[in-house]
């Protein structure tokens, strides 16, 4: 799987509500530093990201999602289902 499609999948994670930067990590099943890597990205991509640290523990939200949504879910499709081969 590319890393652009995880930052995809780390953009509709955020979608559904705010998430500890573990639960991101495991969900996505990468180091803490990749997860930067990819907020990062989809800071760049337009994503609306915030960070906010209480008890030693990252939480991010994304403020933007109702912007992001049908893009968002209209690239992992087309990720998802890049081929060489017709379907057809």
């Known amino acids: 799987m590319s ?3 995880k930052t995809l999948y780390l953009v509709r994670c955020l979608g559904s509500g705010p998430m ?3 639960e991101l990590q495991e969900g996505l099943g990468v180091s803490r530093a990749t997860l930067n890597r990819y ?3 989809a800071r ?3 994503a ?3 960070a906010v640290q209480g008890r030693r523990v990252w939480v991010y939200s994304l403020s ?3 912007e992001c949504q049908r893009i968002v879910t209209r690239w992992i499709e087309l990720e998802e289902g890049r081929t060489l081969i017709d379907p057809h």
């Open 3 to 5: 890393d652009h499609l």
């Open 20 to 22: 500890s930067s573990a």
């Open 39 to 41: 907020l990062a990205a």
């Open 44 to 46: 760049h991509l337009g």
């Open 48 to 50: 609306r990201i915030d």
């Open 64 to 66: 933007n999602w109702s």
